[in-house]
């Protein structure tokens, strides 16, 4: 049994899928003489079996998402066309006898050593691309795909040193009830898209592809992210009844799609969707969001090849906003650096501290022309529409910190207005909003609020910045709390002022869908609440079984407290109390 960081709770049984960086069998590194033309025609498979699957994902991706999403697979492609490329590892099979898996390694390990000394990071962002093409051409090479289907017998569990954003998009081909990494925590990209697709995951199990192989059975447990490997049989058939129930009740929760959220005494709250793209709004509405709470908009970036225009940008925004539920979205700008970075825009040079460095919009106010076409189809994309007579659009800056940074963006947003005035296109004025990520903003929320129409709070960023704890550090995970007195307290003044101020304020980060965070929030008077899609059917039942008046004194009791596991226990036990039919979906 290994332990990592529960990251989105549930249980999940099944096969492992191992996404290696390329795994090569030590017994097998070299070929016998008489085994290198079969070596050959194996790879050639391979290749050829790539090659169509790349061109099956581009088709489907660019029909369900765009154009834009599904350039990365025609990069991939291209990859298996070149001939400089495929030479090398033909010849390493040919004149070294390395068995096609050893030879892909050396073929990363060639381009690692002339791409990683670049410092163009367009070039750097090529090597990803090739160890992408890569671990697919492995996996056909691999005994236990080979057998006969493209995946393994039932629901897999992936495993992987950490999600790519094209494998995500790949992951949609495959029933995927579990996700084991290697890296990351509960705030990294890879842990929200496994919550944004309710799939029980657990981060930070390190080294754990070097102990599991592809067809190893794994149980995996999402609410206190226990990895079991290949459990004995008694063991698996107790998961297996978790596992079941698990998804029975989540089916069960998703019927109350239709009903308001409102608490057991009456009050409506609003809960809404934080959404990555096109097909996760419909997701969205699927689950029985009033609207979308917070669109990223990185991903459109993660997964193009090169920046898109305008008129590009406009078109999957106009998409997203239509399939929103009640045409309601709030867009975010490019919030990348940190962790998300994509090759056309940002660092030069690495950043000792990424998270603390240039991220978010002081990057985009280094890139002007672009920062203005996003603002500019944002602004488009509000405008009614004969098939979206009324959308709801609010425009959402990341990591604000200052207030002069609050002028200079309504500055920009004027001056987008102004042109495409001047261009005589369809425009709408949208109320414009702050993510509240940094500790200094917080502090200051009295004063930016007279800047602002609405205010998020970006609880993942704000948690690691007040505890001074990366969120995508294993070693640290334990430090970056939402329950942790001093989150709740910085979180408890920020509604204060805002409510105080007539503010709307929403809270976008994940903690909107822990159940215990999300009472303590509402006995401090928050009233919209932003979360993956899946987890709305279960804070919908939840909100049905909390009065204001518990969720207060809730609050004021976990207020009295000074530790964070005191908190937890508290909140918890009350819940188990309150909701006792929700205890297979609340995490440890
Ligand atoms: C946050 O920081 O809480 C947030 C919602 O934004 P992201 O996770 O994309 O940084
Ligand atoms: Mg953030």
């Given amino acids: 049994m290994r332990k990592g960081v529960p990251v989105s709770p549930g249980v999940a049984v099944g096969h492992a899928y191992c996404i290696h960086e390329v795994f090569v069998d030590p017994q097998r590194v070299h070929i016998a003489p008489q085994e290198v033309a079969g070596e050959l025609a194996r790879f050639e498979n391979a290749r050829r079996r790539s090659i169509a699957d790349l061109r099956g994902l581009q088709e489907k991706v660019e029909k369900q998402v765009g154009k834009e999403a599904a350039a990365v697979f025609a990069v991939h492609e291209s990859i298996l066309h070149d001939t400089a490329l495929v030479d090398k590892v033909r010849g390493w099979i040919q004149a070294e006898r390395l068995s096609a898996p050893a030879a892909l390694a050396r073929l990363v390990e060639h381009y690692r050593g002339l791409l990683e000394k670049a410092d163009d990071p367009y070039l750097k962002e090529r090597l990803a691309d090739i160890r992408d ?9 691999s005994p236990v795909l080979e057998k006969g289907s493209k995946v393994l017998p039932g629901p897999v569990i992936v495993v992987a040193d950490e999600l790519l954003p094209s494998q995500v998009v790949m992951l949609g081909d495959k029933p995927v009830h579990g996700i084991v990494t290697q890296s990351g925590s509960q705030t990294s990209h890879a842990a929200i898209i496994a919550r944004s697709r309710g799939i029980p995951a657990v981060c930070g199990v390190d080294g754990v592809l070097r102990q599991v192989k592809s067809g190893d059975l794994l ?17 698996v058939a107790a998961y297996r009844k978790l596992e079941r129930e698990f998804f029975d009740l989540r089916d069960q929760l998703a019927h109350n799609r239709e009903s308001p959220a409102v608490t057991r005494d009456g009050t409506t709250i609003e809960l809404l969707a934080n959404i990555n793209g096109p097909q996760d709004a419909e997701a969205a509405a699927a689950m029985g969001a009033s609207g979308v709470g917070l669109y990223r908009t990185e991903y459109l970036y993660l997964t193009h090849a090169s920046v898109p225009g305008e008129e590009e940008q406009l078109d999957v925004y106009r998409r997203v906003v239509a399939a929103s539920p009640n045409h309601r979205c709030t867009i975010r700008t490019l919030d990348i650096g940190g962790d998300k970075t994509v090759p056309f825009l940002g660092r030069e040079n690495r950043e000792a501290n990424p998270f603390m460095g240039w991220r978010s919009i002081r990057l985009s106010f280094e890139h002007p022309e672009f920062f203005l076409s996003q603002i500019r189809a ?3 994309a509000a405008a009614p529409t004969a098939t979206v007579p009324r959308p709801e659009v609010r425009l959402l800056f990341p990591m604000v910190t200052t207030i002069e940074e609050l002028r200079r963006l309504r500055a920009m947003v004027r001056r987008a207005e102004r042109q495409l005035a001047e261009q005589g296109k369809e425009f709408a004025r949208v109320p414009l909003g702050m993510m509240l990520e940094v500790p200094a903003a917080a502090v200051m929320i009295e004063e930016m609020i007279s800047s602002v129409d609405f205010v998020s709070i970006g609880s993942n960023d704000l948690i690691q910045y007040l505890m001074a704890a990366d969120r995508d550090n294993p070693r640290v995970s334990h430090l970056c709390q939402p329950l942790a007195p001093a989150v709740l307290r910085v979180l408890e003044s920020v509604v204060r002022v805002c409510n105080r101020g007539r503010t709307p304020v929403t809270l976008c980060g994940e903690m909107a869908a822990s159940p215990q965070a999300f009472v303590l929030l509402l006995g401090m008077g928050l009233r919209q609440f932003s979360m993956s899609p899946a ?13 204001l008046e518990e969720a207060r004194r809730l609050l004021t009791a976990a207020k009295k407290m000074k530790t964070t596991r005191r908190i937890h226990r508290l909140v918890t036990a009350e819940l188990e109390r309150l909701a006792p039919a929700l205890r297979p979906v609340l995490m440890d």
């Fill in 133 to 141: 093409v890569v671990e697919r051409l492995t996996a056909y090479l």
């Fill in 219 to 235: 149980v995996v447990d999402g609410r206190d992210g226990h990895v079991l490997i290949n459990p004995d049989p008694e063991v």
């Fill in 378 to 380: 944002v602004l488009r």
């Fill in 535 to 547: 987890f709305i059917p279960t804070i919908k039942e939840l909100a049905a079984h909390v009065s």
